[in-house]
């Protein structure tokens, strides 16, 4: 992974999704949302950065442990642990290092000293708890290979895991990297370690069939409690687990002072965070710590690091080279760091390239020498510092950087930055560990509760930024998904001539379904736009919101002047015996067009994920993302799955376009697409990779998940073949103006011929002029227009023949008609169903 390159990409991938999901026709709203994200703090903050310098290493060795020899030279951190943590004087003790630094080994081998000790006693004697069911599952296969490759532990060590998740083959014993996770075998046979969650541990002490599991457990027998990532347990979780400690250690009748409690957490910044840490784990698990109970990182310093270390190259790539120095310019991340490694070390660095022999290492020791990443080094002194201060540092110290302009100096630190995080060293035992760890941090503000001021050039901010005198005066902003139509919105009571901007009152009544009538739209628009729907043109107020007439000069409530000529369309409908409101584009006359502009985390974080995953300079493709709770956590999962699905089919479709579809017809596509993928993936690739999340409870695909390959005579291929052709369908006419897409991002999009088109305007414009007179003096270049405009919303709004479709055009439009297919997605009655023209107009019709 390139942190630094990544976290540019990710920025991108936000901004790009904002641009494209809010694009902006109206004359006075252009560039509101590009200059909101330009904004210092805005929406963006960061990037951060730190290079994290190598830990200190321990003085007493890989023989600290009698009884079990240590595979590794300890780092201090993980000595000072071991010295709290072992013997039969163990203290309680907090461990806050930082990420790779080891924090499982300063608790883990303690305990299995312990264990290995206390051979042959039965009952559990040590209880790992992690906060989700995952962690659990990766540390256990991590013990189980230390168990397995270490003699002093192997058959002498038991360890079982127990989560919410039932494996498909419970274990019944140890294995090269399994625990014991058979239930029955737990409950009968405790293990010495435990591994478990805090949910489950409650289910342990309250059930009865769990309740063997305790048998052999005498007031002592348990001596480590061990809580990972202490610091997620807060709030109401935090007061869940100190009543769960307590039960457990009145359930066993353990003696005051005996539980050694381990918790680990992030790392500390000033001394009060360390005394509060310290309050809060005493606490939650009812036990003392004393004031030394956090043993934090120790890190060398950068003197230490670059001690003996001669400078040996001083060359910085100038302004000159900025178009070499962005990463855009490369096909791929080996071709971009080789060109970084010539940029900066020149020709004779040939060792430092990727490809030659042992590269990464020659690359660690060629930048060591170089003045640039020392003085980097020094600026950030171990530090999270922002981009900005750091390169304003580095041009104190090489005056000569600013002649920079533009990105150059931002490109030039990711460029160092992504060497460091390539440059590897070699390890004790001869294998490759990174040179130093990079760390890029940044930070994305959820458009929450955006409201926009009124006026000559409205500028879109966070309502929970203004105060209460600023917020009266500002509305909520509606943008129309299909033309790009942007205005203010608000409430207006009958007879009243003040808009209402309260968002606690705005978003109940335009949500609703219908939305209440009050809910009104004002479009900056100058009067004498003819293709309007009906409504009114008025002036609006920007000091205090209120309408005036058509062409007022001054406001008649406040006296202000500077009014904004806006139109209001009439939005409201008849439903049966009451008026309503309506969400309908006055400029396009788009159903359900206009919605607010703003993008909460979720949708954000869904953009973010994509990105993170198709970058070609991660090679680690994982990610956590963490909620607030269980049930948030649930909803997000299958959000982000059904987000990040779309994202990803739309660049294999891009792909395959610009490989060989480009061109070729609509028709054609979705059996290139499956030609195309299913010989560079395989079947069960193929399926892992195109299965639409909400069809995973298909027998076929519960078959594919336990065995490995697809059933032979199955569906499960075909079935998925025919929803994608809807999907492409569907990315390429219905959904084609609706949030990051392939057309409104520029990438590719679907047209009628143009040959075949000028044929058809021909005979349309004949067939005009003969059935209406009026029509007579019609021109071809008009016919052509009409006839293009008339496809293009047919194809927007979804009325592409496809054979799926033919029963439910021959319904008239009735969605129920679509429910009824195995593969088809849900197809709600309203914004999400193809539209076809009829001559009489229905309700799944256009007239």
Known sequence: ???????????????????????????????????????????FQGPYVSVDLPFRRGRRGPGFFPELPLPFHPYLHQELAFERLAGERARSTL????????????????????????AGRPGIKAILIYPMNALATDQAGRIARLVHETPALKGKVRVGLYVGDKPERPAKAMGPDTVITDRDTLRLDPPDVLLTNYKMLDYLLVRPRDQQIWAANGPETLRYLVVDELHTFDGAQGTDLACLVRRLKARLGTPEGHLCCVGTSATLGSGEEREDLLRYAAHVFGEPFDAEAVVGEHRVSAGEFLENVLVEAVAVPGPDREAELDPEGYEGV????????????????ADAVPGSPGWPVALARRLKGHVFFQNLLKVLRGRVRPYDEVL????????WLRRGEGRYGELLLDSLLALVSAARVRTDSGGLAPFLHVRVQSWVRELRRMVATVGPTPRLVFSHDLSEE????????????????????????????????????????????????????????????????????????????HLAPEGAADC?????????????????????????????CPFCDSPDGLTVVGSRAASLASVMISQVFASGFNDDKKLLAFSDSVQDAAHRAGFFAARTYRFNLRGALQRLVEAEADGRTLAELPARFARYWGERLGPEAFVATFLPPDLEWLEEVDHLRKHGRVPEGGTLLDDLNRRLTWEIATEYGLRARVGRTLEKTGSSIARPDPERLERAAAEFLETLRNEDGTLAGLDRTAALRLLAGILRQLRVRGGILLDVLEGYVEARGNPYRLSKIPWMPWVSARRSRPRFVSRKGTAGFDA
């Not at 461990?95 to 206390?118: D, Q, W």
């Not at 304003?392 to 005056?399: T, V, W």
């Open 556 to 584: 008649p409530s406040c006296g202000a002047g500077d009014l904004v000529p806006v139109f209001e369309p009439d939005t409201t409908e008849k439903r049966k015996d009451r008026t309503v409101g309506s969400k309908a």
């Open 334 to 349: 080996e071709a971009y760091l080789a060109a970084q490694v010539r940029l900066w070390f020149g020709p004779e660095a």
């Open 1 to 43: 992974m390139i942190p630094s390159i990544l976290a540019r990409q990710i920025r991108r991938g936000v901004e790009d999704f904002l641009q494209t999901t809010f694009q902006v026709t109206t004359p006075r709203f252009h560039g509101v949302v590009e200059r909101l994200m330009a904004e210092d703090g805005g929406v």
């Open 470 to 545: 600023e917020a009266r005066v500002c509305l909520p902003v509606v943008n129309c998904r299909d033309c790009g139509a942007t205005g203010w919105a608000g409430l207006k009571r009958d007879h009243q001539p003040v808009v209402l901007g309260g968002l606690d009152e705005f978003y109940p009544a335009f949500f609703a379904d219908p939305p209440h009538r009050w809910v009104r739209f004002f479009f900056p628009e100058e009067p004498g736009n003819e293709g309007l729907r009906s409504g009114e043109w008025r002036s609006l107020c920007g000091r205090c919101l």
């Open 392 to 399: 304003f540092d580095l041009e104190r110290a090489m005056p």
């Open 95 to 118: 461990i806050a290092t930082g990420t790779g630094s080891g924090k499982t080994e300063c608790f883990l081998y303690p305990v299995l000293a312990h264990c290995v000790r206390h």
